[in-house]
C-alpha cells in the first residue's frame, strides 16, 4: 500500500491468529488486548481461532481453582468495539470434540482452505 | 521496503529475539527501512540492562541498543506488558513507586498503539515469537 493512500486514510485489513488455549500461557490474554486497543485505529480486523485457540472461546470457563482472571466475557464486547468478524477453525473444533454451540459468541466455522484465503487477503497478521 | 518487526519472547530461552536481531541487521545490509521494532509479551525481557550473560555468549540486551543507536532504530516496549514483568524506566518507576528502573540505553516504554501503527506504516509487520 502506498504513502498516498495511507494518508488518503486508505484501512488496512488486519488479522489477528489465535492459537493458543486461553489459560497456560499469557498469549490469549495479551492478544486481546491487542485487539482492544487496535480497535481504536479503526481498521478492518478480523479474529481466527485455530488449534488451541478455539478454547479460548468455549462457554463455562471457571478459572477460580488455578487464581487467574477469566476474561471470556471480554470477547462479548467485541462487538462494542466493532470487531465483529471471528472466523473459527472447524478441523480444529472438531478435534476437540467441540462445535459451535459450545462457544460463548457468533463466530463464522471456517474450512482450513477458507481460513487460508482469509489470510492470503490480509495486509498485517500478527500470530499469537 | 519498510518493515515493523514484533518480538515475542524473551532473550535466551527462546530464539526468537536473535532471529529478530539478525533479520534486522540483514534488512538494514540491503538497505531496507525499520520502522519500528516492538517487543511484546515475554519479549519486552529484552530491554533491561540488568541482564549479565556469560562472557563468552552474546549479549542479547546490549546488541539491540548497539543496533539502535547505530540505525537510530526505534525500540519499543509495550508498557502494559513491561509492567507486568518489571521493566521500567525512570517515568514508570517513578510512577507506580518503584525503587530502581532497569531500562536499557535505545529502548522506549509505550503503548500497543504504537504496534498497530506499525502495521499500518510499514508494508510488512513480521512477527518472531512461538
Not at chain 1, 463466530?107 to 499469537?128: N, P
Amino acid at each position: 500500500m502506498s504513502d498516498e493512500m495511507m494518508e488518503g486514510g486508505a484501512v488496512k485489513k488486519f488479522c489477528y491468529v489465535n492459537r493458543k488455549a486461553p489459560y497456560g500461557t499469557i498469549y490469549a490474554l495479551e492478544s486481546l488486548e491487542v485487539v482492544l486497543i487496535g480497535a481504536a485505529f479503526e481498521q478492518d480486523v478480523s479474529l481466527v481461532f485455530i488449534d488451541d485457540g478455539v478454547y479460548q472461546l468455549t462457554k463455562g470457563q471457571d478459572t477460580a481453582d488455578i487464581g487467574m482472571k477469566n476474561f471470556s466475557p471480554t470477547y462479548r464486547a467485541l462487538e462494542m468495539y466493532d470487531v465483529e468478524k471471528l472466523y473459527v477453525d472447524k478441523e480444529a473444533l472438531e478435534a476437540r470434540g467441540l462445535s459451535e454451540e459450545d462457544l460463548l459468541v457468533d463466530v463464522q466455522v471456517m474450512s482450513r482452505e477458507e481460513i487460508a484465503g482469509l489470510m492470503e487477503e490480509q495486509d498485517v497478521v500478527l500470530t499469537f | 521496503m519498510k518493515f515493523t518487526i514484533q518480538v515475542n519472547e524473551g532473550p535466551y530461552t527462546h530464539q526468537a529475539s536473535d532471529s529478530a536481531y539478525k533479520f534486522c541487521e540483514a534488512a538494514l545490509a540491503k538497505g531496507h527501512e525499520i520502522f519500528r521494532v516492538f517487543f511484546y509479551h515475554d519479549g519486552v525481557n529484552n530491554a533491561t540492562r540488568l541482564t549479565t550473560p556469560p562472557q563468552d555468549d552474546r549479549n542479547i540486551v546490549n546488541r539491540w541498543s548497539d543496533l539502535a543507536a547505530k540505525h537510530n532504530l526505534d525500540l519499543v516496549v509495550c508498557v502494559a506488558a513491561a509492567q507486568r514483568r518489571g521493566i521500567a524506566d525512570e517515568d514508570e518507576a517513578k510512577r507506580n513507586g518503584k525503587d530502581a528502573n532497569n531500562i536499557a540505553p535505545g529502548f522506549r516504554i509505550s503503548g500497543l498503539g504504537q504496534l498497530i501503527e506499525g502495521g499500518i506504516q510499514s508494508d510488512r509487520l513480521v512477527v518472531f515469537g512461538d
